[in-house]
């Protein structure tokens, strides 16, 4: 069992950056894959990015990449999730999610833990 909550969200202008983290407990938190996806109002859940449980080839979709930047401490159970260069559609409710067994995952239904999300809202 793996409990995931997510910090760091806000209200910033465009152009601006933020950073989140979520913090993990429970055992074996190291070997899963741990995933942050954002949903809009009427929208639904995208994946942003992901990493493994080494930190190593993390992955990102084409909307945010090369602005987000996602990394983990496992020592403290952690994953960040880096935003620069923020947008106005970047407004949403970011989830921090954790999934075990796989070694890559960018879909929903791949992961079985979820924290219970953080809003992140940029201005024009």
Known sequence: QVQLVESGGGLVQAGGSLRL????SGRTFSSYIVGWFRQAPGKERDFVAAINWSGS???YADSVKGRFTI???NAWNTVYLQ???LKPEDTAVYYCAAALGLIRASLVEEYDYWGLGTQVTVSS
């Not at 983290?21 to 993990?24: G, P, Q």
């Open 21 to 24: 983290s979520c913090a993990a």
């Open 57 to 59: 080839n993390p992955y």
């Open 71 to 73: 990394s983990r401490d």
């Open 83 to 85: 935003m620069n260069s």
